[in-house]
């Protein structure tokens, strides 16, 4: 079915957003080992696998019995398609099928990318197409660092750099053939201080570690806003770069050259307790977007505006796209301070911060600690 010709009209009824997982690596990570692990555990059954490969169909896919173009069964039962067409087209035709009963019932969906991609791409269609909106809830980034080549594959490579800043879980495989990966595991906490590292020879990364990673839990009343945000753990971060134990940003004791990828991410914090107007929140978003969309590689946020202070907005943004804020009914916590977490790509923290200040009408302070702060309220954490 192509893009520009309407859907049939669909069958009436509840439909629940299907949880969707984006699994990314470099090439070689072990993205389809970790796969075909999480596939055998009886949780994942009816799941839907969508494999994003260079050419036709990749060689991956000689792991698994093809039984037509598109669909694949595997020993647990699980069904997988190989995306040959437009992963749009692909995740619309499926709600379309599931809700024509032509299916088996799926209860997940899982994107493995291609190790050349940014999975900014894969983030980009979930929340730019309304359909999609509707039907699918992103429940996680999970991406895969080899422990035996991933440094060098840092150093070499910028594109994996990003994978592991933008990641809800970071899973390292190959530990047991690795002389030792607590240099690489310091490395990846200090590029994303927010995501759990897993070890997978050590059977860390099961189906419960990496998915319920998203927002919103249907089994949950209240969201987990803490977990998803992780917004201590990157201030706790902060701080330790502070007393100068960040060495991935430009001072890596005769090593920086080979972590030049590392100096160009940040990943950074700001709070506030000032209710935020909700036109100042608008045009704050739209000027940040306008002037270093490219930049932004990933921003979780929870805001209390001015108009409605017990009822927090929920932003999501990747680069220039933001998805749909979602508004809770109460809380989630009796932390009600605006807080947002940002991973940027050659964009200085304090332009954001000073940017926000400007909105907010706040006095900025220059310290020898930090480029920029706010005297008060807008602060790192805390």
């Known amino acids: 079915m192509s893009m520009d010709q309407p859907y049939p009209p ?28 999480l596939l055998r555990d009886p949780a994942m059954k009816d799941s839907m ?11 991956d896919h000689l792991l698994f019995e093809v039984l037509d173009d598109n669909v694949v069964l595997l020993s647990s039962g699980c069904l997988c398609c190989s995306m040959r067409g437009d992963l749009v087209t692909s995740l619309e035709n499926l709600v379309y099928t599931l809700k024509a009963g032509t299916l088996t019932p799926v209860r997940r969906v899982v994107v493995e990318t291609t190790g050349l991609a940014d999975p900014a791409s894969v983030l980009h269609v979930v929340m730019t197409q309304p359909f999609l909106l509707e039907h699918y809830r992103l429940d996680g980034v999970v991406t895969v660092v080899d422990a035996v080549n991933g440094a060098a594959t840092l ?21 047991d053939l690795a002389d030792d990966a607590s240099a690489l595991r310091e490395r990846l906490h200090r590029l994303n201080p927010a995501a759990k590292i897993l070890d997978a020879a050590a059977g860390e990364a099961g189906v419960a570690a990496l998915t319920g990673l998203g927002l919103y839990d249907p089994a949950k009343k209240i969201p987990d806003v803490a977990r998803w945000l992780a917004d201590e753990a990157v201030t706790v971060a902060e701080g330790e770069a502070d007393h100068g134990h960040d060495h991935a940003h430009g001072h890596d004791h005769g090593d920086a050259h080979a972590h030049r990828h590392d100096s160009r991410v940040r990943m950074f914090s700001i709070a506030t307790e000032t209710p935020i107007p909700a036109g100042t929140l608008e045009l704050f978003l739209e000027l940040l977007r306008s002037a270093h ?39 989630p916590s009796e932390d009600r301070r605006s807080r947002l977490v940002f991973v940027t790509h050659d964009l200085d923290p304090s332009v954001v911060r000073r940017l926000l200040a400007a909105f907010l009408g706040t006095p900025m302070i220059d310290t020898p600690d930090k480029a920029a702060i706010t005297e008060d309220p807008l602060s790192l954490g805390r």
């Not at 696998?49 to 060689?59: C, D, Q, R």
């Open 293 to 331: 969309g490219p930049k932004l590689l990933r921003m979780k946020g929870i805001v209390q505006l001015a108009e409605e202070p017990d009822e927090p907005v929920v932003l999501h943004l990747v680069q220039h796209v933001l998805h749909p804020p979602a508004r809770l009914a109460a809380w």
């Open 49 to 59: 696998v969508l494999v994003n490969e260079v050419g036709e169909i990749g060689i």
């Open 10 to 37: 669909l069958p009436t009824g509840p439909f629940e957003p299907l949880p969707l997982t984006v699994i990314t690596g470099f090439l070689g990570a072990g993205k389809t080992t970790l796969l075909n692990r």
């Open 155 to 175: 150093d070499a490579h910028e594109e994996a750099v990003k994978q592991a800043a933008v990641a809800d879980r970071l899973v390292l495989t190959k530990t």
